[in-house]
Nanobody, 127 residues
Framework: QLQLVESGGGLVQPGGSLRLSCAAS????????IAWFHQAPGKDREGVSC????????VYADSVKGRFTISRDNAKNTVYLQMKSLKPEDSGSYYC????????????????????WGQGTQVTVSS
């Protein structure tokens, strides 16, 4: 059973940093594209960033470019999202998702038919 578990969320002041983790169990992430999604209260879920299985291709939403960094450690079966210079509008739930060997790899978006989703971790950016 494919299972993803997010962690690392919390309360942080504007301008602060957090590092989210997405750990997989029941499967190895080696062959999966992994993405992070953000859902603000009352809004639709939107893609934040994704990374290919090798880590060679990373994609970021315009709203987080230069502030967020996605990375992966396949040995630890974990993908990370380092978030810096956080803004109140970054608040919400963050979800990771995984898709195995997609037929198309995009360098511009994270639109895939994902195989598994995590339950999310909450981030609150507030003073």
């Amino acid at each position: 059973q494919l299972q993803l578990v997010e962690s690392g969320g919390g309360l942080v002041q504007p301008g602060g940093s957090l590092r989210l983790s997405c750990a997989a169990s029941g499967f190895t992430l080696d062959y999966y594209v992994i993405a992070w999604f953000h859902q603000a209260p009352g809004k639709d879920r939107e893609g934040v960033s994704c990374i290919t299985s090798s880590g060679a291709v990373t994609v970021y939403a315009d709203s987080v470019k230069g502030r967020f960094t996605i990375s992966r450690d396949n040995a630890k079966n974990t993908v990370y999202l380092q978030m810096k210079s956080l803004k109140p509008e970054d608040s919400g739930s963050y979800y990771c998702a995984a898709v195995r060997d997609p037929t198309r790899i995009s360098a511009y978006d994270c639109v895939y038919d994902y195989d598994a989703w995590g339950q999310g971790t909450q981030v609150t950016v507030s003073s």
